[in-house]
Every structure is written in structure tokens, then in C-alpha cells.
């Protein structure tokens, strides 16, 4: 059984979040709503993600 952890932004909302566990290597990701899917990744990339979607650079998408 994995510790999932959701970002402090969520709020009490039950299902619109991405929840974070920790296992040796990775990190896995899911969103609250379908807590049945998740994706692995490890953590310098998401350190990458995170500073690119910070810096604005996937800003273009949402338009």
C-alpha cells in the first residue's frame, strides 16, 4: 500500500487532484478520480516538469 499525498492547493475537493507517493526509484502520480490509474516517473523528471510548467513553457497548450 502506497501513502498517497495530495498538494495542499486541492483543498477538501475529493476528486480533482494529483496525489504523489514515493517508492525506491520513482514517484508515482495519479489523479483522484481515477485513482486506478497511475504513471511512474522518477524524480529528476519530474523536477523537470515542474520547472518547465513554472516557467511558463507549456503555456501555449491552453490556448
Same mark, same amino acid.
Given at each position: ?11 477538501? =475537493? ?6 504523489? !507517493?514515493?517508492?525506491?526509484? /520513482?514517484?508515482?502520480? %495519479?489523479?483522484?478520480g481515477?485513482?486506478g490509474?497511475?504513471? =511512474? ?5 519530474l523536477? !523537470?516538469?515542474?520547472?518547465? /510548467?513554472?516557467?511558463? %513553457?507549456?503555456?501555449?497548450l491552453?490556448?
Open positions: 500500500m502506497h501513502h498517497w499525498r495530495k498538494s495542499s492547493y486541492s483543498g477538501d =475537493a475529493a476528486n480533482n487532484c494529483v496525489e504523489l !507517493a514515493r517508492i525506491p526509484d /520513482a514517484i508515482l502520480l %495519479r489523479e483522484s481515477e485513482p490509474t497511475v504513471i =511512474a516517473t522518477t524524480p529528476a523528471a523536477r !523537470a516538469l515542474t520547472r518547465a /510548467a513554472k516557467a511558463g %513553457r507549456f503555456d501555449q491552453s490556448r
